[in-house]
């Protein structure tokens, strides 16, 4: 599965911006998919996730704030990020996993400016 991530960019604080992963794959047949982010300094963490089946996950600090959402028709994960803070800023990953595999997209850079 190859996936190819899109839509970061420079933001200032309070800002919206939506990311995508497009996946080369029918994502209905993946276990999940799932958004991470890795800032400067800092350890890659996880954003959120959707299953196959439609349930959704997120860090507890970006509810609210973050959606994610999909696509099947056209095999695209998105991530809707909202009221976005300078913290914000990192390069975020998205993944695809199933029982067996994992597949990571090249990662698209978010900057929100003060």
């Known amino acids: 599965v190859q996936l190819q991530a899109s839509g970061g960019g420079l933001v200032q604080t309070e800002g919206s911006l939506r990311l995508s992963c497009a996946a080369s794959?029918?994502?209905?047949?993946?276990?999940?998919m799932d958004w991470f982010r890795q800032a400067p300094g800092k350890q890659r963490e996880l954003v959120a996730s959707i299953t196959s089946g439609g349930r959704t996950i997120y860090a507890d600090s970006l509810k609210g704030r973050f959606t994610i959402s999909r696509d099947i028709v056209k095999n695209t994960v998105y991530l809707q990020m909202n009221n976005l803070r300078p913290e914000d800023t990192a390069m975020y990953y998205c993944r695809a996993w199933t029982i067996t595999n994992e597949y990571w997209g090249q990662g698209t850079l978010v900057t929100v400016s003060s």
């Open positions: 794959a029918n994502i209905s047949s993946i276990n999940a």
